[in-house]
Antibody, heavy 123, light 106 residues
Framework: EVQLVESGGGLVQPGGSLRLSCAASGFTVRSNYMNWVRQAPGKGLEWVSIIYSGGSTYYAASVKGRFTISRANSKNTLHLQMNSLRAEDTAVYYC?????????????????WGQGTMVTVSS | DIQMTQSPSSLSASVGDRVTITCRASQSISTYLNWYQQKPGKAPKLLIYAASSLQSGVPSSFSGSGSGTDFTLTISSLQPEDFATYYCQQSYSTPPTFGQGTKLEI
């Protein structure tokens, strides 16, 4: 079965750090466009970061310099290291696979999502 | 970044109704437009990709259209399980961006 399972969320103080994990099954993380998308309580969806199969990474301006996306190929797992956390980072964090666009092969729609893990930044 | 604007933000409808949700991009995105359904406490689910292609397993009551800057999601006959929040998303350029959502209520 193709699925993603996140873990690592929790309560952290402002300025603290947290590492999220996303275990994949049914497909290979290193061969796909893997993303983190977050959703603040009662709000919409916000893309956070992507790692390409070749290893290139990109970040939303709101997290650049504080968050780092990576993958552990041997464990077929995606990670998000979050440092210098702020109250506005409070959200459910989803990992999601982006399937390639049919015509140009660039990252396309998010076809597989995990169940999400809650991160709360508060003193 | 490309801004995505959905209308309406909320919509009241009844079982059996035909409903249409609109999504507008701040610049042309060809047909790199995707639609998702999200129910409370659940992850989003891909419904439509490339503006009009139905994701596997999604009922044919859902359809999408449009190109350039203007897109629509249509549900031809609402079922009880269709009451949810719907998001559009552009995959034309990085960063991918989402509309603010349309909450479909009874």
């Amino acid at each position: 079965e193709v699925q993603l399972v996140e873990s690592g969320g929790g309560l952290v103080q402002p300025g603290g750090s947290l590492r999220l994990s996303c275990a994949a099954s049914g497909f290979t993380v290193r061969s796909n466009y893997m993303n983190w998308v977050r959703q603040a309580p009662g709000k919409g969806l916000e893309w956070v970061s992507i790692i390409y199969s070749g290893g290139s990474t990109y970040y939303a301006a709101s997290v650049k310099g504080r968050f780092t996306i990576s993958r552990a190929n041997s464990k077929n797992t995606l990670h998000l290291q979050m440092n210098s956390l702020r109250a506005e980072d409070t959200a459910v964090y989803y990992c999601a696979r982006a399937t390639p666009n049919d015509d140009n092969g660039d990252p396309g729609p998010f076809d597989i999502w995990g169940q999400g893990t809650m991160v709360t930044v508060s003193s | 970044d490309i801004q995505m604007t959905q209308s309406p933000s909320s919509l009241s409808a009844s079982v059996g109704d035909r409903v249409t949700i609109t999504c507008r991009a701040s610049q042309s995105i060809s047909t790199y437009l995707n639609w998702y359904q999200q129910k409370p406490g659940k992850a989003p689910k891909l419904l439509i990709y490339a503006a009009s292609s139905l994701q596997s397993g999604v009922p044919s009551s859902f359809s999408g259209s449009g190109s350039g800057t203007d897109f629509t999601l249509t549900i031809s006959s609402l079922q009880p399980e269709d009451f949810a929040t719907y998001y559009c998303q552009q995959s034309y350029s990085t960063p991918p961006t989402f509309g603010q959502g349309t909450k479909l209520e009874i």
